[in-house]
T-cell receptor, first 110, second 117 residues
Framework: TQLLEQSPQFLSIQEGENLTVYCNSSSVFSSLQWYRQEPGEGPVLLVTVVTGGEVKKLKRLTFQFGDARKDSSLHITAAQPGDTGLYLCAGGAGRRALTFGSGTRLQVQP | GAGVSQSPSNKVTEKGKDVELRCDPI?????LYWYRQRLGQGLEFLIYFQGNSAPDKSGLPSDRFSAERTGESVSTLTIQRTQQEDSAVYLC???????????????FGPGTRLTVL
């Protein structure tokens, strides 16, 4: 069974601070996706990374896929209240179903 | 349609009753997925439909759970003889497919919150 562990589980910070969320596994994934979910809504895809060592930037968000494709990180610079939500990583491996992590709940205080 | 829609948005039922949840995917999307999300948790895969292929039912937790999809349109998830542990948000997603497999962008609906008393 493939498992994805996310840390921290909960993070409360002040507006303007930086933060990093981690997604780790003992298994190798062919792709890694990050989603953000707001209350009462479904998750929305932020990024897909497929190459070991890949780094993608989306405005203030930086995503990295580990060299061995077992881990990933999401770094947010100068967090804003609009970044508040549940961040989920999801690993893909061939035709098997995506494996989702348990999520990191981020609260950005104004 | 503009996005994935699900109905009902909320469902409260008594233990032992059957429930049926509906998902309308984005028009033209051949792939459809059902997930379960318990409070404060990540998503648990339930079932995956791709075109006319046999569905991947490997995530269904018991034989009380079943799902159908008519062609490339509406899908229904049925839970028979509901139990309290079935209480969760049930999310549906669709993607363009085929070929991209699980790296396709999945577009999620808002979910159905099921409460079993």
């Amino acid at each position: 069974t493939q498992l994805l562990e996310q840390s921290p589980q909960f993070l409360s910070i002040q507006e303007g601070e930086n933060l990093t969320v981690y997604c780790n596994s003992s298994s190798v994934f062919s792709s890694l996706q990050w989603y953000r979910q707001e209350p009462g809504e479904g998750p929305v895809l932020l990024v897909t990374v497929v190459t070991g060592g890949e780094v993608k930037k989306l405005k203030r968000l930086t995503f990295q896929f580990g060299d061995a494709r077992k881990d990933s990180s999401l770094h947010i610079t100068a967090a804003q209240p609009g970044d508040t939500g549940l961040y989920l990583c999801a690993g893909g491996a061939g035709r098997r179903a995506l494996t989702f992590g348990s999520g990191t709940r981020l609260q950005v205080q104004p | 349609g503009a996005g994935v829609s699900q109905s009902p948005s909320n469902k409260v039922t008594e233990k032992g009753k059957d429930v049926e949840l509906r998902c309308d995917p984005i028009s033209g999307h051949t792939a459809l997925y059902w997930y379960r999300q318990r409070l404060g948790q990540g998503l648990e895969f339930l079932i995956y439909f791709q075109g006319n292929s046999a569905p991947d039912k490997s995530g269904l937790p018991s034989d009380r759970f079943s799902a159908e999809r008519t062609g490339e349109s509406v899908s229904t998830l049925t839970i028979q003889r509901t139990q309290q542990e079935d209480s969760a948000v049930y999310l549906c997603a669709s993607s363009l497919g085929p070929g991209g497999g699980w790296t396709d962008t999945q577009y999620f609906g808002p979910g159905t919150r099921l409460t079993v008393l």
